[in-house]
């Protein structure tokens, strides 16, 4: 069983940034994809961000391309997402996911992926 943990959201003021982390525990392998969504108020889920545990394969969604970078720390089983040029319209819960590696499966795709944390509030206002 894999358990994420979310941390690093908050109130940032529009231009700003933030780190968030995703901390996965159990039996995670490297060939797991690691995701990022968003889901603002209202909307459906969306895609953010992936990499896989091996650190090839980095992906991203139009909303955050060119603001945002995901990474990751093997040692802390930790993936980043480093968020640049906050918008309002970036304000959104932050989702952390993963999931095994599928064969003609799509992992923009929120449905792709096997497990979820909690999500960590992201709020960009001035």
């Known amino acids: 069983q894999v358990q994420l943990v979310e941390s690093g959201g908050g109130l940032v003021q529009p231009g700003g940034s933030l780190r968030l982390s995703c901390v996965a525990t159990?039996?995670?392998?490297?060939?797991?994809?690691m995701g990022w969504f968003r889901q603002p108020p209202g909307k459906e889920r969306e895609f953010v961000a992936s990499?896989?545990?091996?650190?090839?394969?980095?992906y991203y969604g139009d909303s955050m391309k060119g603001r945002s970078t995901i990474s990751r720390d093997n040692a802390k089983s930790t993936v980043y997402l480093q968020m640049n040029i906050l918008k309002p319209e970036d304000t959104a819960v932050y989702y952390c996911?993963?999931?095994?590696?599928?064969?003609?499966?799509?992992?923009?795709?929120?449905?792709?992926?096997?497990?979820w944390g909690q999500g960590t509030q992201v709020t960009v206002s001035a």
């Open positions: 996911a993963a999931s095994p590696p599928k064969p003609n499966v799509v992992f923009t795709i929120a449905g792709a992926y096997d497990h």
């Open positions: 159990g039996s995670t392998h490297s060939t797991y994809i």
């Open positions: 990499i896989r545990w091996s650190g090839d394969g980095t």
